[in-house]
């Protein structure tokens, strides 16, 4: 069965600090995609990144990078210099990219910025 | 923007009241879902559709049922609704047809059953 663990429920931080979130999975495909989403206090939810399980490169966008490890199962994301607006909570997600594209989330991850 | 509504965002019922929410897409998606978010739960799939008329259930479907007679519009019915059917409901499309496998999301309705 799949699954996905974000062992941090909330963190906490105060502006400008680095900040890596952790999401574990749990999968018996060999083909699949991960997933973080966004969710700030406005409460919509909003795609950051999708990873295929063929592609561990690392991805950086701005501020953000996340860091794919297949051998421990984990798709880590870095938020480096917060900022207040990075607030929300944050999903991690796996699909196993079959034909209903069904997504399994982790728990969330809350974090706070402090100014 | 995937072009996505849903209709109420907020409702307040009682307990044994059927409810109806509505998802419309505007740009011919042909998956739909329904995931239900709940605190320590993350999100959890409730109801999917793969085409017009077409749908399977997900992992909490027990106490919902869904319809989709247009491609634009997937309807989550509750039919008698319960307290513990109290959550935030989100719809969301993919098409993965088009070789989009990313899952986006509406605005969610919150869902209060007294």
């Known amino acids: 069965a799949q699954k996905v663990t974000q062992a941090q429920t909330e963190i906490s931080v105060v502006e400008k600090e680095d900040v890596t979130l952790d999401c574990v999975y749990e999968t018996r495909d060999t083909t699949y995609y991960l997933f973080w989403y966004k969710q700030p206090p406005s409460g919509e939810l909003v795609f950051l990144i999708r990873?295929?399980?063929?592609?561990?490169q690392n991805e950086i966008s701005g501020r953000y990078s996340w860091n794919f490890q297949k051998s421990t199962s984990s798709f880590n994301f870095t938020i480096t210099a917060s900022q207040v607006v990075d607030s929300a909570v944050y999903f991690c997600a796996l699909s196993d990219g079959g034909a209903t594209n069904k997504l399994i989330f982790g728990t969330g991850t809350l974090l706070a910025v402090q100014p | 923007d995937a072009g996505i509504t849903q209709s109420p965002r907020h409702k307040v019922t009682e307990t044994g009241t059927p409810v109806t929410l509505r998802c419309h897409q505007t740009?011919?998606?042909?998956?739909m879902y329904w995931y239900r978010q709940d605190p320590g739960h993350g999100l959890r799939l409730i109801h999917y559709s793969y085409g017009v008329k077409d749908t399977d259930k997900g992992e909490v479907s027990d106490g919902y049922s869904v319809s989709r007679s247009k491609t634009e519009d997937f309807l989550l019915t509750l039919e008698s609704a319960t307290s513990s059917q109290t959550s935030v409901y989100f719809c969301?499309?993919?098409?993965?047809?088009?070789?989009?496998?990313?899952?986006?999301f509406g605005p969610g309705t919150r869902l209060t059953v007294l």
């Open positions: 969301a499309i993919s098409d993965r047809g088009r070789g989009f496998d990313t899952q986006y």
């Open positions: 990873r295929n399980s063929f592609d561990e």
């Open positions: 740009e011919n998606h042909r998956y």
